[in-house]
């Protein structure tokens, strides 16, 4: 489908007449404005419940933190050798994120099939299993099964994601979507209390509140009712199965738009420039992450902060707050008065800022060998900067829900998104970390190697972001 310069706001069609000249941004973000003073109310119940349940996904990251280390040395799974504990937590940690990865896809297609409670309610069960099991684990092929078992068994973050797009329209969407960094912000703070304060298997009690608040409060919101077991079985086996082809072109057009679509199906112009932007995205973010933390735990000798593991910690926790406060404050009227991929690119320029910052605090450190006064202000302003870029995640979470060709294709969207998104979760922070190290060791460009490269990557990024509508329409309203 070609996509052409839209006329009015983001809620105007995107097949829009050939004739229509352009208008500017200006003209557009009015419009938009004055749209929303009618937005749709959020269904308040229902994205409270969705909500709730999402708060399980960080807390079952994060809750381990505390007690990993304690576990293997206690168990001698590193046979009392501490200089190994951090390889053996290392993989624990990995089997999570491998799994989740290799799985997501295939829940998040399920649920187009199924409905999205089931598979909900599945996941959340599967995860009190697996989280008592890795609680009672006392060898070291136990604690991968059960860590792996974690994150394979459960696909509900994409779910819910693409159930917040279900409940919502294009008026009410970014507001909705706001609140989902500031919940994963703050799990991400209290799952590793609550790991530290319990540190065994009582920390499945939380999937259990949600498994309550998914048979009790939640409702379905793909428009699929509860599926028997034959159906059931038939939609297992139609998502496993290999799904390469295309649509009968021999149905009609009411059936190929009731049907889910194959994978091809999925991978329209308009998914494949969200797909793109999103992995892209990721991978800069958490390159960036990782950088970050390198550069304030290393000495000033080495062109680092030097900050003590209490005050990455303290400094963390702030920056945690501070990014989800400045999520529910700004970012729903900054969709509303630039529309979401003129802010899109907006963030992808501030990065430039973000990234420029690091040399700079570089030559200065490297300069003096402590912290002066102007390295602490560049700190600050990297810091007070860092929640614009995290804005860019609604952004994707728009652009990719948006994009889905059918409503009962939302799921395998969604699905296909974060199966991307885990990939580059994986290969960001380990590739930072060795450039970093490169970068000091063999004195690349001074020790500004990794910079530059951050630098080129926020290029790509910028350039890819043209691929993206200029306003979003939801693909399966047209």
């Given at each position: ?114 409905g999205r409670r089931l598979v909900i309610i599945f996941g959340l069960c599967a995860s009190a299993i697996a989280t008592v099991g890795f609680g009672l684990s006392k060898t070291f092929p136990a604690l991968l099964i059960f860590r792996a078992m974690t994150g394979g068994m ?129 991978f800069f973010v958490y390159m960036f992450g990782f950088t970050l933390l390198a550069f304030i735990a290393t000495p000033p000798l080495y062109g680092g902060m030097g900050l003590s593991p209490t005050e990455i910690g303290i400094v963390l926790s702030i920056a945690g707050t501070y990014e989800g406060i400045f999520q529910l404050g700004l970012f ?147």
């Amino acid at each position: 489908m070609a996509f052409t310069h839209a006329r009015h706001s983001e809620a105007t069609p995107l097949l829009s007449d050939l004739h229509f000249k352009h208008v500017d941004r200006d003209e557009e973000a009015n419009q938009a404005d004055s749209r929303n003073v009618d937005a749709t109310p959020l269904p308040r119940a229902q994205l409270l419940c969705i909500l709730l349940i999402f708060m399980y996904e960080p807390i079952q990251i994060k809750f381990e933190n505390p007690f990993i280390n304690e576990l293997v040395l206690e168990y001698g799974i590193s046979m009392g050798d501490q200089k190994s504990v951090a390889y053996y937590t290392g993989l624990v940690n990995s089997s999570f994120f491998f799994a989740q990865c290799a799985s997501v896809f295939l829940w998040c297609r399920l649920s187009d099939s199924v409905g999205r409670r089931l598979v909900i309610i599945f996941g959340l069960c599967a995860s009190a299993i697996a989280t008592v099991g890795f609680g009672l684990s006392k060898t070291f092929p136990a604690l991968l099964i059960f860590r792996a078992m974690t994150g394979g068994m459960n696909g509900n973050l994409g779910i819910l994601k693409g159930m917040i797009a279900e409940i919502t329209d294009e008026s009410n969407q970014a507001k909705a979507f706001s609140f989902t960094p500031a919940v994963f912000a703050f799990s991400s703070i209290i799952g590793p209390t609550i790991g530290g304060i319990l540190s065994n298997p009582l920390n499945a009690s939380y999937a259990v509140i949600g498994v309550l608040i998914a048979v009790f409060f939640l409702k379905e919101t793909s428009g699929i009712k509860q599926a028997p077991s034959s159906q059931l079985r038939t939609a297992v086996a139609e998502v496993t199965s290999d799904q390469m082809t295309g649509p009968d072109n021999s149905k009609s057009t009411s059936a190929r738009n009731s049907a889910t679509p194959s994978i091809t199906g999925l991978l329209t112009p308009r998914v494949r420039a969200a797909l793109l932007n999103s992995s892209l995205f990721t991978f800069f973010v958490y390159m960036f992450g990782f950088t970050l933390l390198a550069f304030i735990a290393t000495p000033p000798l080495y062109g680092g902060m030097g900050l003590s593991p209490t005050e990455i910690g303290i400094v963390l926790s702030i920056a945690g707050t501070y990014e989800g406060i400045f999520q529910l404050g700004l970012f729903p009227t900054a969709i509303r008065r630039l529309g979401t991929t003129m802010l899109f690119r907006m963030i992808i320029a501030g990065n430039v800022v973000l990234v420029a910052c690091f040399p700079l605090m570089f030559h200065f450190l490297k300069q003096s060998g402590r912290l002066s006064s102007i390295v602490v202000f560049l700190f600050v302003l990297q810091l007070s900067i860092l929640p614009f870029l995290k804005m860019g995640n609604g952004c994707l979470s728009i652009f990719l829900t948006s994009a889905a060709p059918t409503r009962n294709s939302l799921g395998g969207t969604v699905g296909l998104g974060q199966t991307l998104d885990g990939i580059m979760r994986a290969i960001g922070p380990s590739l930072a970390g060795a450039l970093f190290a490169v970068s000091i060791e063999k004195n690349l460009l001074g020790g500004n190697f990794v910079y530059l490269v951050l630098m080129c990557i926020v290029f790509v990024l910028f350039v890819a972001s043209f691929t993206l509508p200029r306003v979003v329409k939801r693909a399966s309203n047209e």
